[in-house]
């Protein structure tokens, strides 16, 4: 080949791939300018949507009610993130803003250094008012509807104006927090944080996910422990007792209380002990038999699992990796008495339409 | 006369690897180059006959031959360019699947188009370079790192599409033979090819295959928490043999059957790589983490 058909060949080629560049950050700009949902939502009691959006690096909390468009209600600060949004009255929702997670690896993260203030805004008119400005990081926030109050989820938290020097070993803790901002500590959890935190309608008894070997933990023990689910009553913290069953070593990883509690509806693996990959689905199961009832066959691992008032809609948040390995979330909801199955809420559709409406 | 220069140079070409299309210009080029020779001796009052006798000698003599040998090429241009462009089409496509698919653009992909660039300049460029068969083994030892480390750093890249495994195994695999092939191919009058061919075939073999997974071993680890010094046990190993290795071909020349005995110290040196996991195996201290427990 000679030399002039060399370099017109190898422009080509560096054309082209200068082509795809061009095309690859159009693309990414595109994809920085368009609304991402991060996975935090609340619903409210007659289905209303509250749910975190971001966008450029910002987080903002939008408000869906009844069949509007979202409309944004509060934008946090750059650098902070909104989560654990939680509708604490028809058109109050409150959350958390936060610094996030520590970024270093894990047993070796400092989370008295992090940032998490509870703020409480309205839906009408965005006005906000902040409830408690803490250290620490908080995980979750559930709403104490009998005794209008908020259970606290959070690492290492402290209302401590410094924070303490060096390494603390991880440890987490519920709180009571009411409106006026007072905290008071409910029980504290070494190495672990409970999840999938529900309350009864009477506020008396809390359920939570927790691994069985929370009392006592030591590292080999970590290795062995199972998930499961444990009820509190808020006012005796002696009493932490299995709901689930207990002598399943299957661990169980989200779960809703349905009606008085009784029911519930927990996510847990269905092929345990068979080998491969796992196979997640979420099951009835009745508390007074301790006996797991019928699959929802949703068969996919869902997290931030909520049942609206009625017992109807179960909505859930269902993850998944994109090709640069960025995580995705997506807002589900499946319908447990009817025949609808699974649907997909386009929240970030809806808030495009809604923008572009407007 | 000019017969027996045609003659003689015909049958160096024939002991080239060159493939036959390309016999005819090595031929002129060379034949050329035996009569510029002969003119220059008979500008200085040499008889045709010795003027055709010493050039042809000359040829031989300075250095001509080693060039010739360097540029024999070992495998067919025809798979070189086939493996670059099956290689644009992979990476171009792939790039475009993800693009179009998830929005998401794998910039460090396309890095793989230099890989496939390099490897067909060498197939359709062949004047050029002196040592070809190294640079083109290079290349080549270029060009498959790129695929295996691109694939390895964003495995979702690979989606669950089986052409993707197809192409990706199918070009890895005709890499490693043309990369086999390449090193492999000596003139026929060579007499230390056995040995060089043992040397190379084991040097490359035991690097592909205790090297590549090595390097996913010590990333694994620093990402669960090593401290970043456990990569002095991969890079003095691997500097260590890629001076061995050298030092290996350079003595072939000479001392064949040595360089094939000191293929001992070639595992020895690869094994090293290993070193951390066979101190913690043979409960040895070496001083990081959980390998002296």
């Known amino acids: 080949m000679n030399k002039k058909a060399l370099i017109l060949l190898f422009s080509m080629i560096a054309l082209v791939t200068g082509g795809l560049v061009t095309a690859g950050l159009i693309v990414t700009s595109e994809e920085e300018a368009r609304p991402v949902f991060t996975g935090e939502y ?10 975190v959006i971001e966008r450029k690096g910002v ?9 509007g468009h979202p409309a944004p209600v509060y934008q946090a600060e ?30 070796k993260q ?26 620490g990081y908080i995980t979750e926030l559930l709403y104490d509807d009998a005794k209008d109050r908020l259970i606290v989820n959070g690492v290492h938290m402290s209302t401590e104006k410094k924070p303490e020097v060096g390494f603390i070993p991880y440890e987490s803790a519920l709180y009571i927090l009411s409106r006026d901002g007072d905290v008071e500590k ?30 006592e933990v030591t590292p080999e023990s970590m290795f062995e422990a199972t998930e499961r689910i444990y009820e509190m009553k808020i006012d005796d913290l002696s009493a932490l007792q299995v709901v689930s069953k207990e002598d399943s070593d299957i661990p169980i990883s989200e779960f809703v ?101 407007s | 006369m000019d017969h027996k220069v045609e003659e003689f140079v015909k049958k160096l070409v024939d002991e080239t690897d060159v493939q036959k299309e390309e016999r005819d210009g090595l031929y002129n080029k060379w034949l050329n180059q035996v009569y510029r020779i002969r003119d220059e001796y008979l500008k200085q009052g040499k008889s045709l006959e010795d003027a055709t006798h010493d050039a042809m000698e000359t040829f031989e003599k300075e250095g001509k031959r080693r060039e010739r040998l360097a540029q024999a090429i070992p495998v067919r241009k025809e798979w070189l360019v086939l493996l670059a462009g099956v290689g644009f089409l992979f990476t171009i496509g792939q790039y475009l699947y993800v693009l179009i698919g998830e929005k998401v653009a794998l910039f460090h992909l396309l890095s ?54 197809i192409g990706f195994g199918g070009m890895v695999l005709f890499n490693v033979i043309l990369l086999y092939r390449t090193v492999l191919a000596y003139p026929k009058d060579s007499r230390t090819k056995t040995h060089r061919r043992i040397l190379h075939l084991v040097n490359i073999t035991l690097g592909l295959i205790t090297g590549i997974p090595a390097v996913f071993v010590y990333w694994f680890m620093i990402a669960f928490g090593m401290p970043a010094q456990i990569l002095f046990y991969f890079f003095v190993p691997l500097i260590g043999w890629i001076l061995l290795y050298i030092a290996q071909v350079l003595l072939a020349r000479r001392y064949p059957k040595a360089a094939v005995s000191s293929l001992a110290l070639t595992v020895i040196m690869l094994g090293l790589l290993w070193w951390p996991w066979l101190a913690g195996y043979f409960q040895l201290e070496i001083g990081f983490g959980p390998f002296h427990e």
């Open chain 1, 257 to 357: 209380l349905v009606g008085d509690g009784t029911q519930m509806l927990y996510q847990t693996i269905m092929n345990w002990g068979e080998g491969g990959t796992y196979l997640y689905d979420t099951v009835w199961f009745d508390r007074s038999t301790k006996k797991e009832g019928k699959r929802l066959h949703i068969n996919e691992a869902v997290m931030n699992a909520k049942l609206n008032e009625e017992g109807s809609w179960l909505y859930y948040v269902k993850m998944s990796q994109k090709a640069d390995q960025t995580r995705q979330y997506g807002l589900y909801r499946f319908d447990v008495t009817g025949e609808k199955k699974e649907e997909k809420l386009n929240i970030e559709e809806r808030i495009q339409e809604g923008e572009a409406s």
């Open chain 1, 110 to 135: 400092e989370f008295q250094l992090v940032h998490s203030d509870v703020k409480t805004a309205t839906v009408e008119n965005g006005e906000t008012t902040t409830v408690l400005d803490a250290r």
């Open chain 1, 59 to 67: 987080h903002t909390l939008f408000a869906q009610m009844g069949d």
């Open chain 1, 186 to 215: 409910i029980r504290s959890f070494d190495a672990y944080s409970p999840g999938s935190l529900q309350i009864t309608k009477e506020g008396e008894h809390l359920f939570m996910i927790l691994p069985d070997d929370f009392e």
């Open chain 2, 112 to 165: 793989n188009i230099v890989g496939h660039s390099v490897v067909l300049f060498l197939a359709l460029y062949r004047p050029f370079l002196r040592q070809r068969k190294i640079w083109l083994s290079l290349a080549l030892l270029f060009h498959v790192l790129l695929l295996i480390g691109n694939a390895a750093v964003h495995p979702a890249a690979r989606g669950d599409h089986p052409l993707w495994f």
């Open chain 1, 42 to 51: 609340s619903l409210g009691p007659n289905d209303e949507l509250a749910y």
């Open chain 1, 78 to 107: 750059e650098e902070w993130e909104i989560h654990a949004p939680v509708f604490t009255g028809e058109t109050e929702i409150t959350f958390v803003e936060t610094t996030g997670e520590p970024k270093e690896p894990p047993g």
